[in-house]
């Protein structure tokens, strides 16, 4: 076979990736005193102009294999309607959080859960197991699982305390399925699956990383839909990552604490669809031992102190330094 269809039979393997002049020669296994040594160059350059490779710029020998794709029939092409996920729900009335009735979601959705430490993200994502565990969820990341592979004893505790869910089967299987994962979650996306991960980390502390951590996520999704909690600093409006983070979200919550109170907040940072205008709402909730969410309700900057909490030098009593009040 002639070098150049070696060489594109090669590429083909290696869609996506950069590829050096060194590596080529190794794997092609070219004699250092044949003419095709320095030929190879000539040959990438005519893939070049092909658009099969694109050199770095730097002139390294370094060329990223580009990616193929082919056009995508639009109206010919099979239509999904939305999907249903059941939302948690606020433990003394049985109601599902008001809001999600207006969102929109669809296969291979994201939803973020960007919050605070300590502030109930594992409570959220628990109740999200817990709301749609005949679909058999998948779940993965630092809260349930110890660094041996084992199930972390505070994650069974909530599972106890959850008497409401039916976590197991008839015959007393699981039903959900538990990942020891903490890093590389793309590769261990279940497909088709609600996929929940509690929550990502980078050990290597750049967090700008998380968005090409979701993209990955994203694309092994297939009809499934990932659920993923991320940590976030006390009034960020977005999670670890920043503006990163929130560009493969298809829904974000933000979760934080409501000042001078017990309660947690969450405000709808971003929805890419709904039946009508939700963005930006704030919702404040209590939690119960760790599990139970209750008195959910929507929330709203208090006129009177303007969301400051004073007023006149004073404690504002209208809203009793929270700076919100109940819509």
């Not at 605070?116 to 349930?144: R, W």
């Not at 599972?159 to 008839?170: F, H, P, R, T, Y």
């Not at 963005?279 to 008195?295: C, D, E, P, R, W």
Request: proline share 4%; net charge neutral; glycine share 10%.
């Amino acid at each position: 076979m002639r070098l150049s269809d070696r060489l594109k039979e090669f590429l083909a393997t290696c869609e996506g990736r950069e590829v050096s002049l060194k590596y080529l020669r190794d794997e092609l296994r070219i004699d250092p005193n044949s003419p095709a040594w320095n030929g190879l160059r000539e040959y990438l350059r005519q893939l070049t102009d092909k658009k099969i490779v694109k050199p770095s710029g730097r002139n390294d020998g370094i060329y990223k294999v580009i990616r193929r794709v082919n056009p995508v029939s639009v109206f010919g092409a099979q239509r999904f309607p939305p999907i249903q996920i059941v939302f948690p729900k606020d433990f003394d009335t049985g109601m599902e959080m008001e809001f999600s009735e207006h969102l929109v979601i669809r296969q291979g959705d994201l939803i973020l859960l960007s919050g605070m430490s300590n502030q109930g993200k594992t409570t959220l994502c628990l109740n999200f197991a817990g709301e749609n565990i005949d679909q058999h969820p998948v779940l993965m990341g630092n809260e349930y699982t110890t660094i041996d592979n084992l199930p972390n004893s505070r994650f069974m505790d909530r599972l106890d305390k959850m008497s409401w869910v039916e976590w197991v089967n008839g015959t007393g299987e699981d039903k959900f399925v538990l990942l020891p994962v903490r890093e590389d979650y793309a590769e261990h996306i279940v497909k088709d699956k609600i996929n929940i991960i509690d929550w990502i980390n980078v050990s290597t502390g750049e967090h700008y990383m998380i968005g090409s951590i979701l993209e990955g996520i994203k694309r092994e999704l297939g009809k499934g839909v990932a659920i993923i909690a991320i940590q976030k600093a006390e009034g960020a409006v977005a999670g670890r990552g920043g503006q990163f983070t929130k560009d493969f979200a298809d829904i974000e919550l933000l979760i934080d604490k409501m000042p001078n109170s017990f309660d947690a907040m969450m405000t709808l940072g971003k929805v890419k669809e709904s039946t009508k205008p939700i963005m930006g709402k704030t919702y404040a909730y209590h939690i119960v031992g760790g599990v139970k969410i209750t008195n959910f309700r929507e929330v709203v900057k208090c006129k009177s102190c303007y969301g400051k909490g004073w007023k006149d030098g004073k404690i504002c009593d209208d809203c009793l330094q929270t700076g919100y009040k109940d819509k």
